[in-house]
């Protein structure tokens, strides 16, 4: 039987040692790492079954790690370990898709037990994934007039080689659009292979995307193929691509020009038959006009361009996205099943989501964490605010006790802008008692500092 193979980040060497022992006594095939960033590299560039993740490292801090693995996670489970643990910090590394959380020193039969059932509840999430044929994560939810306008778009461009460029709002759902298009083409046996423009360093993107030779530059002590070359005869799917510096899209506009590149340090020209996907948050005709991105390869990118549409604009939709992310919830987190009171949904219909679907993936995750009742009421929710939010128009469909409570939320906030935050000016302003402004401070999830 093949060993499973387990990733320890942490920069304290006895804590290296301990857990390569235990885990290595019982059959796992471990390998460690003191770093940050050659832990991400191997968790972007190799394949593991197990990550063992200390919070606080030398390099950078363990939360900005599952930040950048981002889909990653979705088959690779990961257990934090701190010596300093908090709430705020576990809840956090849940939200970016941790599994679990030990505290330090570590026990050694806890250590083999968290170990054992992440496994194990991966390895059942995909058993289900595949009873069902499909991967429930890649799944475009809603029966919204754009989410059916969406569907068609995808359903009629998947089945053809051309190239897409994949436009919206972030947390929208750009990358389930690529991996729609990919699994209803032809291509759909060979692999997604997914860049993100944005997460790799401006030195070592061409590597990235083209590969390099051996000894072509420092570190580099072995040859490597890039993501073109991986997605010969596949798809390849370039996320952030209005991030990529000017040297960057001059080399990927002639790859896709010319169809065939050569790796950094290398002379020999290598085909690539990959059908090009690509996806960004920014709006590229200002891009462009401002000369941060060149037209020609917009052209190149962008011979279907498919916006996705930001879910304010498909209100309906939030009742069943809510309940489809609370049932997940339930599931991962091993919570009682819990219930959407109809004040609940009317309060999430009503909120703008500056961070979209997954600003409201995220808060679900949240509530069934932190709440207790078996039914989730408004209060539980603790909304993320836009910078811009105060100006945003309420839904024309929401109760009149919602876009009156929007209302006054609105009104508090731009009393606190006028005075800088100072709660006491706002509530002389307001003709409120301090303490009654703290109270609606609190029940709108509005947070300033106490003075």
């Given at each position: ?18 857990l390569s022992e235990i885990l290595s ?404 302003a307001l003709d409120l008692e301090r ?17």
């Amino acid at each position: 039987m093949k060993k499973r193979r387990v990733l320890v980040i942490d920069d304290e060497r006895r804590v290296r040692e301990t857990l390569s022992e235990i885990l290595s006594d019982e059959g796992y095939a471990v390998t460690s790492v003191e770093t940050g960033a050659e832990g991400l590299r191997r968790i972007l560039e190799e394949s593991f079954d197990l990550v063992f993740l200390d919070v606080w490292l030398k390099d950078r801090d363990g939360l900005s790690i599952l930040e950048s693995a981002g889909d990653r996670l979705v088959r690779l489970p990961v257990i934090m370990i701190s010596g300093h643990a908090n709430v705020e910090t576990a809840v956090k590394a849940v939200r970016l898709g941790a599994d679990d959380f030990l505290e330090k020193p570590l026990s050694l039969e806890r250590v083999l037990l968290t170990a054992k059932k992440a496994i194990e509840r991966r390895d059942l999430i995909a058993q289900v994934a595949s009873y069902r044929g499909t991967d429930e994560s890649s799944t475009l939810l809603g029966d919204s007039p754009p989410m059916r306008r969406l569907r068609d778009e995808i359903a009629r461009v998947a089945p053809t080689d051309a190239r897409v460029l994949i436009t919206g709002e972030n947390g929208t759902g750009k990358e389930l659009v690529a991996r729609a298009l990919h699994r209803l083409s032809a291509r759909s046996d060979a692999p997604l292979v997914e860049v993100n423009c944005a997460a790799i360093p401006e030195e070592l993107i061409e590597s990235e995307l083209f590969g390099h030779e051996k000894g072509s530059f420092t570190g580099a002590a072995d040859e490597r193929r890039g993501k073109f070359e991986e997605a010969d005869a596949a798809t390849l799917f370039l996320d952030e691509v209005g991030d990529m510096s000017p040297k960057t899209q001059a080399k990927v506009l002639r790859a896709l020009q010319e169809g065939r590149f050569t790796r950094v340090g290398g002379t020999r020209a290598i085909s690539s038959d990959a059908r090009v996907l690509s996806a960004t948050n920014k709006k590229l005709a200002g891009e462009m006009e401002r000369g941060a991105f060149r037209e020609d390869l917009y052209f190149r990118l962008a011979v279907v361009p498919i916006e996705v549409p930001p879910l304010r604009e498909r209100a309906e939709d939030i009742p069943l996205l809510a309940r489809h992310f609370l049932a997940e919830a339930t599931a991962r987190f091993h919570r009682k099943p819990k219930a959407l009171s109809t004040t609940a949904v009317d309060a999430l219909q009503a909120h703008r989501w500056p961070g979209n679907v997954r600003e409201l993936k995220n808060l679900v995750e949240r509530v069934v964490i932190l709440s207790a009742g078996e039914e989730i009421a408004p209060e539980d929710f603790h909304f993320r605010r836009a910078a811009d939010d105060g100006d945003a128009p309420i839904a024309s469909e929401a109760p009149l006790r919602v876009a009156r409570e929007e209302f006054e939320r609105r009104y508090i906030l731009a009393a606190l802008r006028r005075h800088r935050g100072n709660v006491s000016r706002a509530a002389e302003a307001l003709d409120l008692e301090r303490s009654n402004l703290y109270r609606k401070l609190k029940s709108y999830g509005i947070e300033v500092e106490r003075e």
